[in-house]
């Protein structure tokens, strides 16, 4: 859940890039952390909980400061969650609060099962928090075009995205950066377009 | 009094300069009383919500985010061990101690400081209550408002972050 703090002028928010093992999510962020444009000081440290062979082990955090919307300092704070099966509770503790998920599934062929599988512990954690994909904006990344297995596009939206509401999705080679901001600036824009329908059906607030 | 529904983006109170105000004396004084160099007032999921104390030298957005992961690990593993009363934290140090302690459902109390911990857990009780009360007092007031966006213009979908060329 987003913080709005009328008295220092902030909004943050968080979002979570969810997926299987090794499909690419840290990438993401790395590549996100490496090339971003931002005024200097708006970009925070990448910190990543990790185990020695660079494997996610807690999560990976990366804050950075994007705009300033009517006075208001907007802080997107992004998370990835570790990919591999065992380590389920601590997905659990980092969908904790979050405001939009980008799911970064491995185009490989041989990955689809896995894939499927993480889709589906994502929605299964999601309904332990008491939270309802439905209601959370999400978009897909089909990560590793590159590699020679790649499954087709449309085999990955006809397992992945045939809920009743298809949400946006970008192809991706992340470590080569490509994809990476496209995915970064969809999901943002369905956030704060969620934020903007919100304030429009409660109203604007009063200033402090 | 109407929950508040946990998925709502603006769900946690929005704060207004009252709320800061007086979140900020609250922390102010436990500084006083205890001698803490920091104290910081975090969202469970991982948010900075405020601060008081030594600001410079560490880096609280990232404190923030670690504590409160640190925080859910180790009540989750309580919860392993059937342990239902899980309250609090204590990281001890060389330079600095750290001390995590729930103040509500969605926050937490991180103090981070060089004084005996006994200090601070006896002090720590006062301020999570006036803590508590503030976010219950602008939960009532505000349950629902968002943030007027409407000057963004959300055609243009490069125009939130960019990569450098």
């Known amino acids: 859940m987003a913080i709005i703090n009328q008295a220092t002028k902030e909004l943050q928010v968080k979002i979570v890039y ?6 690419g999510k840290t990438t993401n962020l790395v590549q996100v952390h490496d090339h971003v444009q931002t005024a200097q000081g708006n970009k925070g440290k990448l910190v990543s909980l990790a185990t020695s062979s660079d494997r996610t082990l807690f999560f990976d955090f ?41 799911f970064v599934a491995d185009s490989q062929y041989e990955k ?8 589906q512990n994502m929605l299964d954690n999601l309904t332990a928090l008491k939270l309802n994909l439905g209601e959370i904006p999400y978009v897909l990344q089909y990560n590793k075009r ?5 499954a087709p596009v449309e085999y990955m939206e006809f397992l992945l995205n045939n809920r009743e ?14 994809g990476v901001f496209e995915t ?15 304030s429009q059906s409660h109203g604007a607030p009063q200033p402090a | 009094m109407a929950r508040h529904n946990p998925h709502d983006m603006a769900t946690l109170p929005q704060l207004i300069e009252e709320d800061i105000k007086v979140l900020n004396e609250a922390l102010h004084d436990f500084l006083v009383q205890t001698d803490a160099t920091t104290v910081l007032v975090i969202d469970k999921g991982g948010f900075l919500i405020t601060h008081q104390g030594e600001s ?17 690990a180790n009540q989750t593993i309580a919860g392993l061990v059937n342990e239902p009363s899980f309250n609090s934290i204590h990281q001890q140090g060389e330079n600095f101690s750290i001390f995590c302690c729930n103040v509500d459902e969605e926050v937490l109390l991180v103090v981070i400081f060089r004084c005996h911990v006994g200090v601070v857990k006896y002090f720590v009780a006062t301020t999570t209550k006036k803590i508590a009360d503030q976010l219950e007092a602008a ?17 243009d979908p490069q125009e939130i972050f960019r990569k450098k060329i």
């Not at chain 1, 969810?18 to 499909?23: E, K, Q, R, S, T």
């Not at chain 1, 590159?146 to 790649?150: E, Q, R, S």
């Not at chain 2, 349950?143 to 963004?152: H, N, R």
Request: proline residues 6%; positive net charge; glycine residues 8%.
């Open chain 2, 139 to 155: 939960r009532k007031r505000a349950p629902g408002q968002g943030v007027d966006l409407s000057m963004l213009n959300m055609a």
């Open chain 1, 18 to 23: 969810y997926g299987p093992a090794l499909g």
């Open chain 1, 146 to 150: 590159d590699l020679p297995n790649a």
């Open chain 1, 62 to 102: 990366l804050p950075i400061e994007a705009m300033t919307i009517k006075g208001f300092k907007t802080k997107f704070q992004l998370y990835t969650v570790p990919g591999q099966v065992i380590y389920n509770t601590t997905r659990q503790l980092v969908l904790r609060g979050c405001d939009g998920i980008v």
């Open chain 1, 165 to 178: 509401v298809q949400v946006p999705s970008f192809t991706a080679t992340a470590h080569k950066c490509e």
């Open chain 2, 56 to 72: 410079k030298d560490f880096d609280l957005t990232t404190i923030g985010a670690l504590a409160s992961g640190a925080f859910m």
């Open chain 1, 184 to 198: 970064l600036n969809m999901i943002t824009r369905l956030l704060l377009h969620k934020f903007i329908n919100q």
């Open chain 1, 112 to 119: 689809m099962p896995e894939n499927v599988e993480s889709f």
